[in-house]
């Protein structure tokens, strides 16, 4: 098989692949990795008019990697506090719940208990996550993470900036602390939001209450 072939062919089974359910930095690196084997493949065997659709199609997902990675979609995030019982909430946990369990597994919600709130992040019309919060009597301005979930087409670091700094929902309320879950090291997620790992959990230490000031810093650790 020439190499122009082998381009093409793989190039056909990546445009297939991005739209599998991939988050959607990697959908979009995999559209545009096999708009190039097609656009390669194409100038190969001197077809111009393919040629000119495929470098159409990887302009459009140049595009939209732009849009996701310079300006971040952060202008079409949402997040809306809802009640800890919510029914709405009550109807997200059950229809994710599989998938929350392999990421936290152990995960209980009780709504009903004190100091809990809750809150879900939208995409436009669409639901991509859901944060649940527990915050105690003896510190209030901590905020202790039940549960922070997105679901997998949107699972980069993009909602996670907008939910932890550019939105102000938790300095909103008061906090200053954020504290995840325990268990979570095994994920990257938390550092490269400039979480700190500190024991079995990562923590985060707002130092300004507007998100817009841009002074951050860790949380100091407890050893």
Aim: aromatic letters at 12%; glycine letters at 10%.
């Amino acid at each position: 098989m020439r190499w122009w072939e082998l381009a093409g062919w793989v190039g056909a089974l990546a445009l297939l692949a991005s739209r599998w359910r991939l988050n959607l930095l990697r959908s979009r690196l995999v559209y545009i990795a096999g708009s190039l084997g097609l656009l390669a493949c194409a100038i190969a065997v001197g077809s111009w008019p393919l040629a000119a659709g495929c470098a159409v199609l990887v302009g459009i997902g140049l595009t939209k990697l732009w849009h996701l990675q310079v300006r971040r979609e952060g202008h079409t995030f949402q997040v809306l506090e809802v009640g800890p019982q919510d029914e709405y909430l009550r109807y997200l946990l059950r229809i994710h719940g599989q998938d929350i369990l392999a990421h936290q597994p152990g995960f209980v919600w009780d709504g009903a208990a004190g100091g809990r709130s809750a809150a879900i992040v939208q995409h436009g019309p669409e639901t991509i996550g859901v944060l649940l919060i527990r915050s105690e009597p003896h510190e209030p301005s901590v905020a202790h993470l039940e549960l922070d979930y997105v679901t997998p087409r949107y699972r980069n670091i993009t909602p996670g900036r907008f939910l932890f700094f550019e939105s102000g929902f938790l300095q909103a309320r008061g906090f200053r602390y954020v504290v995840t879950p325990p268990g979570m090291q095994a994920s990257n997620y938390y550092p490269r939001l400039g979480f700190r790992a500190d024991g079995d959990h990562f923590c985060l230490l707002y130092t300004s209450p507007s998100p817009r000031d841009g002074l951050l810093s860790r949380m100091p650790s407890s050893a």
